[in-house]
């Protein structure tokens, strides 16, 4: 099973929405990553955050944190088409060095 | 900066042939990673590299698979006697060290379709 995952296959919204992908992972963490990956491209990073911050904020990206119940939640707001993409969180055991990744939540953003 | 460097873009081949990917990371990055990425599978780790020494090649499929880092400017996946079932998006990415600590930078990655 994933050590990170995930809680959604897809989600639609429609442009100015906003959206929230969630996130569980299985094991203490250093720090907690979201990615994107628009069609044709690799992944890129939108925000990271460490075991010890709840909350961390990238313009209308927020990705909070909760040690207790190992869940993360990355929220867009003001969607936009151009935010179409696969969204994925990846992290890692503590002191390890191999980030692996969820499946991805596919977001569509229609006019 | 240019960002990670795949090439190429796009490769085919044939049942049994061999495939040759590189990567150049991103300049002053210790760690390097390569990634295999499908529908079904999804993002799948292969192999990490630290200062070019290979440190886990835990996700290689054995036999055919091999990773090198010759010099900290470019690696290299080779596949040997390709088969359909390894047609895949393989993406490489470096970082300034392992860990979730660190962004990892990745390339736009190699389609590799085995006919």
């Known amino acids: 099973s994933q050590l990170a995952e995930e809680n959604s296959w897809a989600l639609s919204v429609h442009e100015g929405e906003s959206v929230t992908v969630n996130c569980s992972y299985k094991t203490s963490i250093t720090a907690l990553q979201w990615y994107r990956q628009k069609s044709g491209k690799g992944p890129a990073q939108l925000i990271l955050i460490r075991s010890n911050e709840r909350d961390n904020r990238n313009g209308r990206l927020r990705a909070t944190l909760d040690t207790s119940s190992q869940s993360s939640s990355l929220s867009i707001t003001a969607t936009r088409c151009e935010d179409t993409a696969v969204y994925f969180c990846a992290t890692e055991r503590t002191g390890g060095y191999k980030v692996v990744f969820g499946s991805g939540t596919r977001l569509l953003v229609s006019p | 900066n240019a960002g990670v460097i795949q090439t190429p873009r796009h490769k085919v081949t044939g049942k049994g042939q061999e495939a040759t990917l590189w990567c150049e990371p991103i300049?002053?990055?210790?760690?390097v990673f390569w990634y295999r990425q499908t529908i079904v599978q999804g993002l799948e780790f292969l192999t990490y590299f630290r200062n070019q020494a290979p440190i886990d090649d835990s996700g290689m499929p054995k036999e055919r698979f091999s990773a090198q880092m010759p010099n900290q400017s470019h690696s290299t996946l080779k596949i040997q006697s390709t088969q359909p079932q390894d047609s895949a998006v393989y993406l490489c990415?470096?970082?300034?060290?392992?860990?979730?600590?660190?962004?990892?930078?990745f390339g736009p990655g190699t389609r590799l379709t085995v006919l």
């Open positions: 990415a470096s970082s300034l060290a392992g860990g979730s600590s660190y962004e990892q930078y």
């Open positions: 300049s002053g990055h210790s760690a």
